[in-house]
Structures are given as C-alpha cells and as structure tokens.
C-alpha cells in the first residue's frame, strides 16, 4: 500500500470516527422531543460511519472482497442522505401527519436496504449490473438530496438568523461539492477530484461536529430542544 492509499485510509478512519461520535450527538433531539422522525438522524450516521470505516480497510483487502466493500459503502452513503433528507422535509409537518407517512418511508427504505444487502452478500441471487453506471447514478442521487438539505437549512437561517445555523447549510454544501467530485472520478478517473472529495467530505463533517458541539454543550440543554424545534433537525 502507497502513501496517497494510506492518506486516503486515514482521512475515511477519521470521518468514520466523527460520524460514531455525531450518532452519539444525534440521538439527543429524539430523546429530548420524542419524536420519530428524529430517528434519522443517528441512523444517517451510524451508516455514513459503517461506510466510511469499511473504506478504510478497502486498501488493505482482496480485490473480491474491495468490490464487496465498494457496493456497500455506495449504498450506505445513498440510504444515509435519503434518511438526512428525509428528516429535513418533516421537520417542519406536524406530529400526527408525520407518523403515518414516515412509517412508509421508513419500511421503504429499510426493505430496499434489505434487497441490496442481499444483492451484494449473496450474488449467486442477483446479479449485479455495471458498478460505474449505479455509482453515477447514486452519486446523482446524493447531490439532489444534499442540495435540497442545503436549501432547506439556509432557507431556516435565513427565517431566523442565527450565528450557529449558518454554518449548516454550508456543511452540507461542503459534502455535496464532495459528491460532486466524486462523481467527476467515477466519469474521468480524476485521481485530484478523488482527493478532494475525501477532504471536502471531511472538512463537512468537521463542520457538523462543531455545530453539534456548540448547541449541547456551549448552550442549555432546554435550548438546544428549542433550536431542533424551531429550525428543523439541525445538527449534522
């Protein structure tokens, strides 16, 4: 293993070890509120970490076991943003309309990551299409739903500004610019867009742990619940 393979290894072992430390932050507005769709939050991350510690193995693996490897983290990421976005879109719907439509989505969700788990870990049964194609294909997915988190908490700041909220959104844009570069290599190889991408990943999630930080421990825990409630799922 070269020294770019054991960088990039490092900087995926970091963003795995704050995304675990997120999902500790992110089960909070669940136990403060009550509220179901609060769940997502730590679920998000406990599979964005799940994905990125996986990627920091990949270097030291088998090629059969890198391309097991590379599936999963592709789903993950993807089912962790579906459920990011979808906290978003209910942050702001009431409790009782809530319920119902998010116990539809998450038995969606959950049943497409049971087919795909199963599509990875047990080829024989299906056999699974040309990675480059579904990769595009996600990463696109990815950029529409981090861009429309990225809306959604501006458009929160933007209602009630705030000198914390601000730094949301551009966390957010931070790892959709960083899906974007990897949707750059998987079309052209572009070893620097690949580079890029893991450090503008990081440097987001850098961002969430901050905001995270300062809103449980800088403030009242009482005023952390009201800024959840007030401004939507805030901290990522």
């Not at 309309?97 to 599509?119: M, N």
Request: with cysteine.
């Amino acid at each position: 293993m070269n020294i770019d393979n054991t960088a990039l290894s490092l900087l995926d072992v970091v963003s795995a070890a704050i995304c675990f430390i997120l999902v500790w932050f992110m089960t909070k507005p669940y136990r403060y509120t009550g509220e179901r769709k609060y769940i997502s939050l730590p679920l998000a991350f406990s599979l964005l970490g799940a994905s990125f510690a996986m990627g920091g193995t990949l270097y030291f693996e088998p090629q059969t076991f890198i391309d097991v490897i590379r599936w999963f983290q592709l789903f993950t990421q993807s089912y962790a943003f579906a459920f990011l976005a979808v906290t978003y879109y209910f942050s702001k719907k009431g409790k009782e309309a809530t319920k119902l439509w998010l116990g539809i989505i998450y038995a969606t969700i959950f049943s497409v990551i049971a087919i795909s788990l199963i599509t990875i870990f047990v080829p024989k049964i299906s056999a699974l299409p040309s990675f480059n194609i579904v990769d595009e294909s996600m990463r696109i997915f990815n950029i529409v739903c981090l861009s429309y988190i990225a809306v959604h908490t501006l458009r929160g700041y933007m209602s009630r500004p705030d000198p914390k909220t601000i730094w949301i959104p551009f966390g957010f844009l931070l790892i959709d610019f960083s899906q974007y570069s990897f949707l750059i290599w998987s079309i052209d190889a572009s070893f620097t867009a690949f580079v890029g991408a893991h450090f503008l990943r990081l440097t987001g999630l850098l961002v969430f742990l901050v905001v995270a930080y300062q809103t449980f421990y800088t403030v009242s825990e009482g005023s952390g619940v009201r800024e959840l409630n007030e401004k939507a799922p805030p901290k990522r």
